[in-house]
């Protein structure tokens, strides 16, 4: 029955698919308040821009995604924060550009023969013991910051007006927000994939969001929510021999499924 | 009597929103301990006014000053200001207690990093106390009605222990009998000492409990005690000609004329 934990490869993927379930999650949680999850899509897409300038610049992808999906993700904050600009807009304007600039990276790239589509889809059985170190490491960071500020965080995304008047710095609160985003969605990628990460992002927040009255309570039921959806859809793609990424985000997609029906049956009776 | 410094000081301010001017040469000063309303109708520039104050927008024209200082300058004094935003600013579906945002109040004089502790839960107990909501401490805020809500987020301004408090319409879609005894509470507030500005929309009534009314449309077109203030000329000024005005005592009461109704 378990004989899936046999294989080193399996081991790993479990480990890392846990800690990137549970850092969406979680980071999941502000984004869907703080009615963010177009921009959590529109800096995944932009990492594929980062991937392709890693592999043109000969450095790692993922740390070249980094820097790529950081200084996208603080562009887009400071356009609709500055420019009078719709958040949505520009988010499609960066969405969109960072995309084509990868594409046109990529045909640049002499030889061709990358592995773009483990990029675009995610090949969690594929992780290497270094890829796990930089998920641990991003993921420690990540966990610890929101540990650190989880009231100024709670604060910003509920009314961050008045947290700006009480006199927590809160533009600098909403650009670390933006970071950890950034972070999470370039960790996430060799789970899940660019095209899915934004799934993670939102799914298992929302299906929290049915349930919770507090909120310290979605926090935990999202975290819960995010590896169960990990966990239960790395073993089912393993059985079932199907896509692990696309299991996984759809295990999250039923998930989600259930909570709004329990809802709906809580509120009718 | 020495005259202490004014707790708000605006001297010739002008605001504008891109190219649109929606404050224009206004000058204000509110002295410590007092209760004025900021009345006027729709878009006249009252939030505008309070987020001046406050330095959430700065003015293109004059100077803005609060416990003397500019806004941007205050530091730490501005935990001294309690802030009630106006209700559509927040979203009322949010998962979070009574309790938690209360105790948000609490965070900028814990300081970054830090967790409450017992003199922030006593802090947030009787700031619960005072506006009466101790019994919906650990319900959902999405539960409540707009009158409880309004409570709960004046517990929050509270619970910073403010000197100076900034209500922008706390009795917006509230009945009458809820706002009565939030001016009532906010009145026993001044008593104590705290300095008190509302924004409010409800001209007759409020005029029972403020020691003053600065009417505001895009100017400010009246500022002083309330029996002065609110004459007809003024509040037609400010409304426009549409308004006519009943009087029961001093205290006007307006009637907003639709077209060519008569009268
Ligand atoms: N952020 C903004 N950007 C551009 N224009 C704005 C902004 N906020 C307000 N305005 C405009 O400025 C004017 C004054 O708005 P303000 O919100 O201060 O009015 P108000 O007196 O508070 O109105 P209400 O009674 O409806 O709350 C309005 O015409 C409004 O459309
Ligand atoms: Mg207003």
Redesign the pocket.
Known sequence: MMDFWQYAFMQRALIGGVIVGLLTAIIGVYVVLKGMSFIGAGVAHASFGGVALGFLLGIDPLWAAVAFCLAVAWGIGTVTRRGGIKEDTAVGIFFASTMAFGVLLIGLIQGYNIDLFSYLFGSILAITAEDLKMVLGVGFLVLLTVALLYKEFLFITFDPETARVSGLPEPALYYLLLALIALTVVVSIKVVGIVLVSALLVTPAASAYQLSRSFGKMMALSAFFGVLSVVVGLILSYYLNTASGATVVLTATAIFGLTLLWRRWREAV | MSTAPPIIELRHVSVA??T?K?LDDVNLTVPEGAFLAII????????????TILGLVKPIEGEVLVFGKPPKELGPLRREIGYVP?MHTVDLKFPVRVRDVVMMGRYARLGLFRRPGKADHEAVERAMAKVDIQDLADRPLSDLSGGQRQRVFLARALATEPRLLIL??PTAGVDAQTSTSLYELLRSFQQEGMTVLM?S?DVGVVSQYVDGVAC?NRRLVAHGRPEVVLTDDTLAEMYGCQAMFFHHGHVPHMVVRAGEEKK
């Open positions: 929103y891109g649109v929606v006027g109708p729709n878009g006249a520039g009252k939030t505008t006014l309070v987020r106006q922008d319409e924004v929309h505001v």
